[in-house]
């Protein structure tokens, strides 16, 4: 064999390797959820109850779509204004000025944090700023976790948003120079219209960060088993009720874990298929 | 030949230097005459600062940081400098090389581009007649009447860039820049701007950057040869083909470089 056919070789079987992986995750998973899906059917989407005690189990994951969603677009809602404005003050009114590469960096910097830092900061600096404002009295929840998935997907937003609107093309831009336009009705009337697509399917990426990111939430959300009644409310996220009790659950319980992580998974797959699919169509 | 001595030039440029990196000019101290409803082509191989005079006449370069300009511009004797940069790009309109319709507006909003970017409020009827003559004007407007509301971007290489054309006189500019238009359309496409470019001098001033010296041959009445940034030769472009002063203009014309 030639040393092309092996690089041929080994490159096909690594990538056979990952594929194999993914089939085994996805088959594993649902294996796992079977049990739970049997027993309860469509009501385990439904049903709020979550009641472990032996006997009269029962499970049911309203609460944590509810949770995942609420948190997430929430998160969504605060990183909105956040990133959109960062990534055009970098990639338009900043364009290519010292300022803007060392925000660049900062947001790269930010995006790099790990999950259990920004948790840890909740902990300590943010939850006592909240329960300060009285607000809140132990300053966990809905809102509290929102939060800080907010500013943890703040700068994924933000770069995807900035590479999208420096790759306006500056024929575009320059055409409505020449006509007289100023910068401003430059970054409304054809930057925002032309990036438009590609600015939402970023946000989407985000959303689709947002619904799995787990530790942070975990510390911060309260871990109360119950669909949130409010913004100060406790709850729990699909990500954050595994990661909360998949330790001491075994049986129907596992498998309710199981099956959660499997809706999970597919929610998280949707939404980013629809961003990438946005990206692709109309970037 | 008319007389060039008794009508004040649209433009002139006196002394005009501009360097994207301190001390390295692409224009290097430049002199020249505009003539009022003439054609003028600025020729020279590729690099030679053909573009970055023309986007000086619109104060372009004022979009990017750290573009040295120095000298000055005069437009109806009056610099350009010291004036509102609106004003000036409203009397001095510009197309581009490729043409850059505004994808997310169709036909007819792409022609009054330049009166809603810039907030003007026009009653429909002022409107559509805006757009139906500046396309009438760009020879277009036979060939897209029944698809006004059609994004711009579906029509060919050619009739975009007459759109864009349409687009930068519906504004009735003085001087109307264009920097190599037919650069990316094929020959009948190149000889409709052509027709259309001899009769749009009638109203406007126009300035025409073109690498092809067999164009700025057909169609202008001035020509520029530039070269390394500087302005070699300038006048009359009978005088400047048959007769050149410069020996690097002639190398030019006779196909040595560029
Ligand atoms: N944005 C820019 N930044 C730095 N150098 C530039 C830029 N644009 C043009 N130049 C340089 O300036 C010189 C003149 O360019 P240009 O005016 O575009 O030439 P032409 O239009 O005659 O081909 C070239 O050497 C080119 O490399
Ligand atoms: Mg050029």
Redesign the pocket.
Not at chain 2, 46 to 52: A, E, L, N, V, Y
């Given at each position: 064999m030639s040393g092309d056919k092996v690089t041929k070789a080994l490159l096909f079987l690594s990538s056979l390797t990952i594929l194999l992986l993914s089939a085994g995750i996805v088959l594993s998973l649902t294996g796992g959820a079977i049990p739970a899906f049997r027993e309860y059917g469509f009501s385990f989407i439904t049903s709020t109850v979550w009641n472990p005690t032996s006997g009269s189990e029962e499970y049911g994951a309203l609460p944590f779509i509810a949770g995942t969603v609420i948190t997430s677009l929430l998160a969504l809602l605060l990183c909105i204004p956040m990133a959109f404005s960062t990534s055009l003050f970098i990639a338009e009114y900043f364009r290519g000025t010292r300022t803007a590469g060392i925000l660049r960096s900062l947001v790269d910097m930010l995006a790099g944090i790990p999950s259990i830092v920004y948790g840890f900061w909740g902990f300590y600096a943010l939850r006592p700023l909240l329960i300060s404002t009285g607000l809140t009295d132990q300053g966990f929840g809905i809102f509290t976790a929102s939060l800080v998935l907010a500013i943890m997907i703040v700068p994924y937003a933000t770069s995807l948003s900035t590479e999208i609107i420096a790759m306006v093309p500056s024929e575009l831009k320059e055409a409505a120079y020449s006509l007289g336009a100023t910068r401003r009705e430059v970054i409304f009337r054809v930057i925002i219209p032309s990036a438009r697509s590609g600015i939402v399917a970023s946000f989407i990426l985000a959303l689709g960060r947002a619904l799995g990111e787990t530790m942070a939430v975990t510390m911060l959300i309260g871990n109360a088993n119950i669909i949130p009644k409010g913004l100060f409310s406790p709850g729990n996220t699909m990500a954050s009720v595994i990661a909360n009790q998949f330790g001491e659950a075994d049986g129907l319980k596992l498998s309710a874990l199981i099956a959660i992580g499997l809706l999970l998974f597919a929610i998280t797959a949707l939404v980013n298929a629809a961003g990438k699919f946005i990206i692709r169509r109309f970037a | 030949m008319s007389d060039t001595h008794t009508t004040e030039p649209v433009l002139k440029i006196e002394g005009l230097s501009i360097a994207?990196?301190p001390g390295r000019y692409?224009v290097k101290d430049v002199s020249a005459t505009v003539r009022r409803n003439s054609i003028t082509a600025i020729m020279?191989p590729?690099?030679?600062?053909?573009?970055?005079l023309l986007r000086a006449m619109n104060r372009m370069h004022e979009l990017?940081p750290n573009i040295e300009t120095r000298g000055d511009i005069l437009l109806d004797g009056k610099s350009i400098f010291p004036m509102s940069v609106i004003e000036l790009r409203r009397k001095v309109g510009m197309v581009f090389q490729r043409p850059n319709p505004f994808p997310n507006m169709t036909i007819y909003e792409n022609v009054v581009a330049g009166y809603s970017l810039n907030d003007i409020r026009l009653k429909k009827n002022q409107r559509d007649e805006i757009v139906e003559n500046a396309l009438r004007n760009v020879t277009l407007w036979d060939e897209v009447k029944e698809f006004l509301f059609r994004k711009g971007t579906f029509l060919s290489g050619g009739q975009q860039q007459r759109l864009c054309v349409a687009r930068a006189i519906a504004f009735n500019p003085e001087v109307l820049l264009l920097d190599e238009p037919t650069s990316a359309l094929d020959p009948i496409a190149t000889s409709k701007i052509e027709d259309l470019l001899g009769e749009l001098k009638k109203k406007y001033t126009i300035v025409l950057?073109t690498h092809n010296m067999s164009q700025a041959a057909r169609i202008s009445d001035d020509s520029m040869f530039m070269y390394l940034g500087e302005l070699v030769e300038a006048g009359r472009t009978e005088t400047l083909f048959t007769t050149p002063k410069d020996a690097r203009t002639e190398a030019y014309l006779t196909g040595k470089f560029g």
């Open positions: - | 994207y990196e692409a020279g590729s690099g030679c600062g053909k573009s970055t990017y950057v």
